[in-house]
Structures are given as structure tokens and as C-alpha cells.
């Protein structure tokens, strides 16, 4: 039988904790959770569209009424080319030699007809403290809708996937960067999203024969077939002690760890950096071949139910059994947050 | 071809106009043209009207109806009406006529009048009506429009 568990704490940002040393949990704060809105675009009337005019006159000729029509005055409504980038996250905190740091845009075709549309990362920028070196590869289609970099994203390779995209459409877009281990806490480093249709870019109102749908004209919007959002990566490390020790007791009043013995966890969580770590969450996993004493959780002395209710403490009984501790904005000034936790071998 | 039957009783005569839409006493055309702002040789910028050859969502389009009175007796009553098409805004304060009094219809030409005057039903109580309610526009002639004589109405629409 094991007893080895690994808690952790994390922030809503749980992929990023690492641990070094194993009692040192290197954390990093969030600020924000990145969410996605999808702007409500107008792209017009699509292209192609042939808009007719019939105009009539009614008039008296001596004693006759006669109402008449006009010749049909047409025209075809051209494709506007037109691209939006729009940043979804917030100022993404990072840490220093961190992998595969995630920024998340939408991609929207503005324009009134289909488009191509081709994608461009640069990271060398100015106006920051450090350059974010892109990952490889570095742009991923958000295919799984998380907003978040995950296993099944696939990535964009210019010229072979490039997204086509009706009239109003988007698609979200992850940009990845390595952190380099040089960048220092309170840094900040910025990569951006450029896209632009593969009919190409110009000036607004310059007409590209027969590269709109269909055949039919295109001309360049607003925009100029282009547009471009920067994201930012701020260095946020934060040093998180966590210190697990166990009692165990016996059902014969002895401290045998053998069956029917109930283990006594006692956590103690505390920031030892500058800095806060946002929305922390202590989640310890439950061992196997053991089972979860109801109603044993105790954040600094105070009962928690396990139910997921207004307080602070729960009891997920899933597949994965685990004791959950919302800790919130944690600071050094906090000072240490005591979690207390009991377990039957089974 | 009832009405030019008709008139071909009354009068005898058939004008035939080639390249024209129809036949009758009076003609009528419209036109669909485009502003575009040109800098002339004195370096300033005129404004000159250019078919509409290439229109995208939000440009303006400006639509000229001529009407000639091709018959010799004098034509009275002269009405011209113009929809607006499915995908254009009518442009507020953009009709004009000269010698026309300019009247709009905001439930599909069944009504006319001064926009101010007209309202449309929103969520089931009457609103003011906008410039984006108008479905037509309608000029009436003050005077008679002489044998040979010509007139003119236009408009501006923008592209939805």
C-alpha cells in the first residue's frame, strides 16, 4: 500500500504549477481568467448580390391614366476585404523558462464574401521588457474551444491550412511563446497576431480585379485586407510553501498505519515571495486504499462541509477523489493558511 | 401591355425608342452612379458621379430617374415613385426634384407623406419613423410637363 500523494495548489491557471523542490511550488498569479466574447459583426450585404432599381411614373395623357416603368438599374455589390484580430486574453502572468505560454485572439472575417486568410506571429516588439521566443510551431487553432492550449489543438502551418472563413465568421487562435529564463519577475514581454487575407493588402478603396468570390471584384475594406492584436506575458513568480505532515492512529491506540487506522493531515500553505497569488486552490487527491472521513475538513480551525457550497472547503467524491481548499488571493501578509484533513485505511 | 395597348387606341401612334425599357407618352429611366471625389487641376477636390462599378457595404450609391414627356399633348400629374431596394438605406434629406414635392411610404407604398408625419409600429406601439423605415420615395409634379420637356428626380442609398 502507498500513501504517497502529491497535493498541490493551484491558481484557475493549474497547468502552470511546477514543483522545485518538492515542498516549493513554484506558482504563478493569475489575473483574470482569459474568456471569450465574440463580437457582433455586421459584414454587410454579401458579395455578389445584384441590388435592381425599378423607379415608375403615373402621369394623365388627355383623358388617359397611365402608370409606366423604368429601365432596371442594377449593380453588383463587390467584395470588401476585411480582416479583425481581436486580443481574448487578459495580461497572461508567466514564469521565468516557462513552455508554451498561451495567448488567445479571435480572427474575424469582416468583409461581405469568403476569405482566405493567413496568419503571422512576431515576438520581437517594442514597448517591453523581454522577447517571448515563439514556440514550435507557435499558432494553433483553438480546435477544442477551451481557450487554452491543449493536446488535440492543431497547429496552423501558412499556406497549408490557412482558414477559410465565411462572411462574419471567426475562429480563435492561440499564439505560444517560451519564456526565456533571463526574464525577471515584474517583466513584461509582447508577441501579436497578424492576419490578412491571402487575396492580399492595400489601401482602402483599391479595387483587386476578379479576387472577390465568384470572380467578381474585390476591394479593400477599412481595414486594408490586415490587422494585427499584441498580447502581453507578464513575469509573475511566486514561491508557495507547502508542508504536509500525517498522524496516523490505530484502532488499538497505537500509530500503525494498518486497516480501520485513520490519517491525520495536517497542510500548511504560505506564500513566501512578493506578489498574489490569485484564486489559489489547494487540491490534495485522496490515496488509494483509503477513504475520505466525511465532514474532516478544517481550514485554519474552522469546519468546512463537503459539499460545493459557500465555503471555502469540499470533498469532490468523484472517479479521483480529492479534498478541494479555496485559498483565494493569497499574499505573504496572509500569513500561513492551515488545512486539516482525516482519511480511513481501508 | 394593357395599358400600351390602350393608349395606342387613344392615339394612334407608337413610339418606338430604341435601347429605351418601355413604350408609351411619357419615358422614363433610371440610373445607378457612385460619388467619387476627384482632385482637379486647380488642386481641389470635386465631387463627380461615376458608374457604380465597384460597391461595397456602407458606400453610397445615388440613383437619377429622367423622365421626358415624348408625346406632343401636355402630360399632367406627373408622379414618379421609386422603392427602395432590399439591402439600401435611403439616405435622410437626399431626395430632390426640381418643381416635385418629395413625399415618402413607410409601410411598402400604400401611404404617403412628410417623413415626420409617418410612423412605423415598434413592439406594437407607433414611433416616429426614421430614415432607415422609408420603403419609397415619391416625387410629385407641381406643374405639367410640357410636350418635349424633361424632368428629373434622384436619391442617394446606402448599402447595407
Known sequence: ?346 | MKIICRLLVVTGVLFSTAGLAQQGHLNVQTEVQKEELVINASGETERRLVAAATVVPGDDVIYTITFTNISDETAENVVITNPIADHLTYVEGSAFGPGTAIEFSVDGGTTFGDLASLTVDVDGERKPAAAEDITHVRWTMQSQLQAGAKGMARFRARLN
Request: charged content about 15%.
Open chain 1, 1 to 346: 500500500m502507498t500513501l504517497a500523494i502529491l497535493p498541490s495548489v493551484r491558481t484557475a491557471a493549474a497547468l502552470r504549477a511546477r514543483l522545485s523542490p518538492p515542498n516549493l511550488l513554484a506558482l504563478v498569479a493569475l489575473i483574470g481568467c482569459p474568456w471569450m466574447s465574440v463580437p457582433a459583426w455586421s459584414a454587410g450585404t454579401t458579395a455578389g448580390t445584384v441590388i435592381d432599381n425599378v423607379a415608375s411614373v403615373s402621369f394623365d395623357l388627355g383623358t388617359v391614366n397611365a402608370t409606366l416603368d423604368s429601365n432596371t438599374a442594377s449593380f453588383v455589390v463587390l467584395e470588401r476585404l476585411d480582416v479583425a484580430v481581436t486580443l481574448q486574453s487578459n495580461q497572461i502572468p508567466v514564469s521565468p523558462g516557462e513552455a508554451a505560454a498561451a495567448l488567445l485572439f479571435t480572427v474575424t472575417n469582416t468583409g461581405n464574401g469568403s476569405e482566405t486568410v493567413e496568419l503571422d506571429i512576431d515576438s520581437v516588439l517594442g514597448g517591453d521588457d523581454f522577447d517571448p521566443a515563439p514556440s514550435v510551431p507557435a499558432i494553433y487553432f483553438d480546435s477544442d474551444g477551451s481557450g487554452t492550449f491543449s493536446t488535440g489543438d492543431v497547429a496552423y502551418q501558412q499556406g497549408v491550412n490557412d482558414p477559410l472563413l465565411l462572411a462574419d465568421e471567426n475562429i480563435d487562435i492561440l499564439l505560444l511563446n517560451d519564456i526565456p529564463d533571463t526574464a525577471g519577475d515584474g517583466q513584461l514581454g509582447r508577441s501579436e497576431l497578424t492576419a490578412r487575407t491571402a487575396s492580399g493588402t492595400g489601401p482602402t478603396g483599391t479595387t483587386l480585379a476578379g479576387a472577390g468570390d465568384g470572380g467578381i471584384d474585390a476591394v479593400f475594406g477599412s481595414s486594408g485586407g490586415t490587422d494585427v492584436a499584441v498580447g502581453e506575458y507578464i513575469v509573475a513568480d511566486i514561491d508557495i510553501s507547502l508542508q504536509k505532515t500525517v498522524t496516523v492512529s490505530d484502532p488499538y491506540g497505537g500509530t500503525e498505519p494498518t486497516v480501520g487506522a485513520t490519517l491525520t493531515y495536517r497542510v500548511t500553505v504560505v506564500v513566501l515571495s512578493g506578489g498574489t497569488a490569485t484564486a489559489s486552490e489547494f487540491v490534495d487527491p485522496v490515496p488509494e486504499n483509503t477513504t475520505f472521513v466525511a465532514n474532516s475538513i478544517r481550514l485554519n480551525g474552522s469546519a468546512m462541509s463537503d459539499a460545493a457550497d459557500a465555503d471555502d472547503g469540499e470533498y469532490n467524491a468523484n472517479a479521483s477523489p480529492a479534498v478541494v481548499v479555496r485559498l483565494g488571493d493569497l499574499t505573504a501578509g496572509d500569513g500561513p493558511q492551515n488545512i486539516e484533513f482525516q482519511v480511513v485505511i481501508d
